[in-house]
C-alpha cells in the first residue's frame, strides 16, 4: 500500500509539474485538461511576449 500512495504522489506531482490533470497522465482524456491557473499563467505569458515585442519595436524605430 505505501508504494502505491507513493506511486500516486509522484503522478500528482508531475500532473502540477506539465499543468495537466491526473486523467491526461492516465490517458483517459484526449488532450490536456487545463485548470484556470494554467490558463491564467498562459495569459501572463502572453502579455509579457506582447511586452517585450513592442519594447524591442520601439527601440529599433528610435
Not at 482524456?29 to 520601439?58: C, I, N, W, Y
Request: glycine share 6%.
Amino acid at each position: 500500500m505505501r508504494r502505491c500512495r507513493a506511486s500516486i504522489e509522484a503522478a500528482k506531482k508531475l500532473a502540477r509539474a506539465l499543468g495537466v490533470t491526473l486523467d491526461y497522465l492516465g490517458g483517459e482524456t484526449d488532450g490536456p485538461v487545463f485548470d484556470r491557473k494554467t490558463a491564467e499563467r498562459e495569459h501572463v505569458f502572453a502579455l509579457l511576449d506582447a511586452f517585450l515585442a513592442k519594447s524591442k519595436m520601439q527601440a529599433i524605430l528610435k
